[in-house]
């Protein structure tokens, strides 16, 4: 198919053109019934949120032009089959562990994953292996998968259902999954993929090779974070026949919502395009961009600059203060970066120039005096927590579930069995797992984060943590 048709939203288009006098949901009525004070700027919008009227498809059973966008989008990214997600990674993840997983059976999985991961095993009521990533000097962080810790669970697990990984890490960080590839695939399981920040490597060096170029079976991608696609909108892809397609297709079908949005779908269309069209003087001229806004940054001497594999990320290691306090800093003077550590600032780049060097320059110099002003943002400090090479929960999810809960102050919660995931947001990666042992290494690190003010996606985090009874 020609890769510069957008039949989706091509349809919605000719929809809105056609002035449908509609008597079916939704209420807005492509904006005639809205709120005046919001309709300005919704109006867009509205015009492209449809429902599943003639011409229009259906994501649940598509025939027409959904299938056509998808169709198009596993053209590009030389998938067998790609789902178009409405939820986020979030439900890739989920549909992924769900279509491979039954209760009781083992799977490998890298420890420091996002939490959709961690919740679709508790869903599955899987028996979740967790391996963690080495950690490397050079990144600061837990972020190299080897191939020989992946055998070694294999074979210390060999009746593994799949290996679930997250590639690339937040910062762009990768390593070598085609080896690992071939190991997993040695074994005879799917080796499943959270791709949810590497989108954009389909487009080929000097981004990092893609998962599925590396051979991966099933890839979750957040067309929203790294391409131009709105938010929640993502892709879903399989390739080869270690995954069910239809028990994939089943549980998208129970966890997305039975009224897709069609601006999120018509997003993914639209980005799918955009990539696709993305050529070399789209590359030169980003890649002169990024040279510019980072050759700025080394203009200051208050960090280091430091590139990662992914060109699209660049971290600020802090000379001085924390990472945190400098992400306040930039924010203060409206260079709004995505995260922090407590020696880092992460900042993202589009697939085009979107700043304005004369702006961030002018920004840049008022810095200095805005400096440690608060601190709220959160993250791992990973240097400091060793977590074990391999490792699984005190009690199985099913067992969980039926036992008694109770909160703790953190003071006396060493010991105890957590009864919920400990998640520093962003990045919402776990710090603790449900089913761990909590130990000194955690209240410690939990009272480093609350004491620099960091955020956690868990209610009551001061008064204490929510552990399982009759330890
Ligand atoms: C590694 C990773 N996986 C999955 C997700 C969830 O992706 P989404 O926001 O598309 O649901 C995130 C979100 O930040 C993430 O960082």
């Known amino acids: 198919m020609d890769s510069t048709y957008i039949p989706l939203y091509e349809a ?5 053109e056609q002035n449908p006098l509609s008597f079916h949901v939704p209420g807005h009525k492509y904006g005639k019934v809205f709120e005046k004070q919001a309709y300005e700027k919704f109006q867009s919008i509205l015009q492209l949120d449809a429902t599943e009227v ?9 025939g027409g032009v959904i299938q056509e966008a998808q169709q198009l989008a596993s053209e590009f990214f030389h998938s067998d089959h790609t789902f178009f997600l409405i939820n986020g990674t979030t439900v890739g993840n989920m549909a992924m562990i769900l279509s491979v997983c039954h209760p009781g059976d083992e799977i490998i999985v890298q420890r420091n994953c996002h939490k959709s991961v961690l919740n679709a095993l508790e869903l599955s009521g899987a028996s979740p292996v967790f391996i963690s990533p080495r950690y490397e000097r050079e990144t600061g962080r837990h972020s190299h998968v080897s191939a020989e810790d992946v055998e070694q669970a ?8 799949a290996v679930f990984l997250t590639y690339p890490d937040y910062f762009g960080r990768t390593y070598d999954l085609k080896k690992i590839a071939e190991v997993v695939h040695r074994y005879r399981v799917p080796l499943l993929i959270d791709e949810a920040h590497g989108v954009h490597f389909q487009l080929g060096p000097p981004f990092p090779q893609a998962a599925l170029t590396a051979g991966a079976d099933g890839v979750a991608q957040s067309a929203h974070k790294m391409a131009p696609a709105m938010t929640m909108a993502s892709f879903l892809h399989v390739q080869g026949n270690r995954i069910d397609l239809n028990r994939v297709r089943h549980y998208l079908q129970m966890l997305q919502s039975s009224s897709p949005s069609y601006p999120l779908m018509a997003s993914l269309d639209v980005a799918r395009a955009y990539l696709a069209s993305w050529n070399a003087s789209d590359k030169e001229y980003l890649f002169s961009f990024l040279e510019q806004v980072k050759s700025l940054f080394r203009s200051y001497n208050y960090w280091d600059v ?19 306090e400098w992400a306040d800093a930039l924010d203060a003077v409206g260079i709004v970066p995505e995260l922090a550590t407590t020696n880092q600032v992460l900042l993202v780049f589009g697939l085009a120039p979107s700043v304005d060097l004369l702006l961030l320059e002018e920004r840049l110099k008022t810095l200095d005096s805005q400096l440690k002003k608060q601190t709220n943002r959160a993250t791992i400090i990973e240097n400091q927590i060793q977590f074990p090479a391999i490792q699984k929960l005190e009690y199985s999810y099913s067992l969980m579930q039926r036992m008694d809960v109770v909160r703790v102050g953190w003071q006396e919660a060493a010991g105890y069995v957590a009864a919920e995931a400990i998640i520093p947001y962003p990045p919402g990666i776990p710090l603790v797992m449900k089913g761990e042992r909590l130990d000194e290494q955690h209240i410690a690190q939990v009272h480093a984060l609350l004491g620099q003010g960091a955020r ?12 399982f009874k009759g330890e």
């Open 154 to 161: 294999l074979k210390d697990h060999a009746d593994s259902k």
């Open 456 to 467: 956690f996606q868990n209610t009551g985090m001061e008064q204490g943590v929510l552990v």
């Open 54 to 62: 003639e011409g229009l498809d259906d994501l649940h059973a598509p």
């Open 12 to 16: 919605l288009k000719r929809n809105i």
């Open 306 to 324: 430091k590139a990662t594999d992914d060109p699209l990320k660049l971290t600020l290691e802090v000379l001085s203060g924390t990472g945190f």
